[in-house]
Nanobody, 124 residues
Framework: QVQLVESGGGLVQTGGSLMLSCAAS????????MGWFRQAPGAEREFVAG????????YYVDSAKGRFTISRDNAKNTVYLQMNSLNSEDTAIYYC?????????????????WGQGTQVTVSS
């Protein structure tokens, strides 16, 4: 099985940028479809972006389109989430997740492996 560790969260002002990293160990991420989720206080965990294991197809939730970019470096066994033009609604704990299925899913139940999360706080 794969182990996931997120990093790169922090405090940023509105309009700023952050790049989150998800370092995997135990298995190569080339076998997995990878996703980023987030959970704000009092809210459900929601899908943000995903990258499929085949061909690197990506998918974004509407609020992330044009601002966030997910990418993977299979050689480094790492997935990234570049986040630009951040606003207060992006404040949440961000989680990296992996699933063996080939297609991107926005259902958190479809992902078997999760990291511990990294906090992103956007101040106005």
């Amino acid at each position: 099985q794969v182990q996931l560790v997120e990093s790169g969260g922090g405090l940023v002002q509105t309009g700023g940028s952050l790049m989150l990293s998800c370092a995997a160990s135990g298995r190569t991420i080339s076998r997995y479809t990878m996703g980023w989720f987030r959970q704000a206080p009092g809210a459900e965990r929601e899908f943000v972006a995903g990258t499929a294991r085949n061909y690197g197809t990506t998918y974004y939730v509407d609020s992330a389109k044009g601002r966030f970019t997910i990418s993977r470096d299979n050689a480094k066994n790492t997935v990234y989430l570049q986040m630009n033009s951040l606003n207060s609604e992006d404040t949440a704990i961000y989680y990296c997740a992996a699933r063996l299925g080939a297609g991107i899913s926005y259902a958190k139940g479809e992902y078997s492996y999760w990291g511990q999360g990294t906090q992103v706080t956007v101040s106005s």
